[in-house]
Nanobody, 124 residues
């Protein structure tokens, strides 16, 4: 059984920081890539970042490069998303997901398991 639980979302002012956590269960996820997506009402789910199973390869959307950092701790079965210099346009529900593979595809439909999401609101 694969499960994800996201946490760490909240309200932050523009320019501020948040760290999201994605705790996963199911030992096999240690061997899978895990990604973060975000979605706002009325729009498609957008790929934000992804980290390979080993942690040696990462992908970032252009909109977050230089501001967001993904990392993983397989011993704690947790993937983190450090978000700095947050902008109002980063406001969304953030989801973690796995493609059931070791590398990072960019499209949401290639991801098989999803968490419930955590709300991030960037506003003054």
């Amino acid at each position: 059984q694969v499960q994800f639980v996201e946490s760490g979302g909240g309200l932050v002012q523009p320019g501020g920081s948040l760290r999201l956590s994605c705790a996963y269960s199911g030992f096999i996820l240690d061997y899978y890539a895990i990604g973060w997506f975000r979605q706002v009402p009325g729009k498609e789910r957008e790929g934000v970042t992804c980290i390979s199973s080993s942690g040696s390869s990462t992908y970032y959307a252009d909109s977050v490069k230089g501001r967001f950092t993904i990392s993983r701790d397989n011993a704690k079965k947790t993937v983190y998303l450090q978000m700095n210099s947050l902008k109002p346009e980063d406001t969304a529900v953030y989801y973690c997901a796995t493609p059931v593979g070791s590398s990072c595809p960019k499209r949401a439909h290639e991801y098989a398991y999803w968490g419930q999401g955590t709300q991030v609101t960037v506003s003054s």
